[in-house]
């Protein structure tokens, strides 16, 4: 059956996380190059766009792009990401203004808290509600989808930051891309690779070894992320975004070997991110 299902995946859609990249990087030159040259401020919102989303949504196809094609439908990935990555920025604002309000100020540690957990509501609501999602593989692709929301939401609303602020375009530029390049290695790795230790959790079974390998991937995510906030160093940013990049790339590759080792129960298999739907044997 995995056989079959694998010929419903032709190798180029296993490589679109590239076409998404190269194609997405070239709009965001040609729309910067359009408002430097005229200056005129109807090109800002297409740039913030292009800038915060198109590196995180190139990893998400990735993620999504297994050889098995994707565990997860193209309208449960956008509305994770759009749901998500609205919730998770709005919560984690209002419970950090409230923190701030309390405290006088928000230790690092809290706000790698509160994000990451904000970021964690619209997954938790998927593996309650909605079990045909409860296989390995479709953890770290909507892990990745909140995180990737998150992350271009907070990315745009820093590159405006920065554009009302200096008034410069060059600013806002360095800004994004900046933001944009470095959040695979950030909100989309440690969401991601906690999700998936979630999605274990639920098909685990052994659950007590379960439980305690997320509890210990949301600690190491909410630390990294503490981690990184509290530093300028460039040395370690740089170590904390090759650790947080390079699990994510292992998780994914694992949770993709675990979904083609598991057998699917029978049913039909929801729509895939190309739109196909095949039966189960």
Known sequence: MMSELSARVPRRHRFAWLLVLVGGVAAYLIVLRTLVATQ??????SLLLLGSAVVPAAV????????????????VIAAVAG???VFGTVAAGTL????????????MIMVGLIEESAKLVVPIVILIFVRRLRVPAAGVVIGVASGMGFATLETMGYG?????Q??????????LLLRGLLSPAGHVAWTGITTAALWHVASAPRKGRAVLLFLGAFAGSV????????TNSVLVRAIVGLVSFGALLIVVRRSRRLGSANPIPPGPIPPDSMGTSVERA
Do not use: C
């Open 40 to 45: 005129n401020p109807l090109y800002v919102p």
């Open 60 to 75: 998400l196809v990735y993620a999504a792009s297994g050889r098995q094609g994707s565990p997860v439908g193209a309208g």
């Open 83 to 85: 749901i998500g990555g």
């Open 96 to 107: 950090e203004y409230d923190t701030l309000q309390r405290l006088g100020a928000v230790p």
């Open 160 to 164: 405006f930051s920065a554009l009302l």
């Open 166 to 175: 200096t008034r410069s375009i060059a600013e806002l530029d360095q800004t």
């Open 223 to 230: 630390a990294l992320h503490a981690l990184w906030d509290g």
